[in-house]
């Protein structure tokens, strides 16, 4: 799977699992979108903030072929959550889209026998 790296400033100590519980529910999706590159070359980075009343979330994926990176602010951890994996998925298609043009690229980093069968 791919590796993650969770922070989190200024939340509370006891909402921690809740939210890493919640973002492990999103792994498959992008564990599917990601199929075409190793596994061990993918390492998300996810900030959650909670800054006076507001949650701030950012994430920065980096695959072989690209750094993404995608950002959600909500009244509640869950709202902001699912707007940046939505946002964050959507970088990661239009980038594959641009890459499946660039057959140069689209080759490197990945498993040759898999990336006809991607998503």
Not at 25 to 36: A, G, H, N
Not at 52 to 77: D, N, Y
Request: charged share 25%; hydrophobic share 40%.
């Amino acid at each position: 799977t791919m590796l993650d790296h969770l922070v989190f400033l200024e939340c509370p100590a006891w909402i921690k699992d809740d939210i890493r519980a919640y973002w492990a529910e999103k792994q498959p999706r992008f564990e599917r979108l990601l199929s075409t590159f190793q596994p061990e070359l993918c390492h998300l980075r996810l900030v959650v903030q909670h800054i006076k009343g507001r949650w701030g979330t950012r994430a920065v994926l980096s695959i072989p072929t690209a750094t993404l990176a995608a950002r959600r602010e909500a009244e509640h951890w869950s709202e902001a959550l699912d707007g940046l994996a939505d946002r964050l998925a959507s970088e990661v298609r239009r980038h594959k889209a641009r890459l499946r043009h660039d057959d140069t690229h689209f080759h490197q980093g990945l498993h040759s026998a898999n990336w006809q069968t991607a998503s």
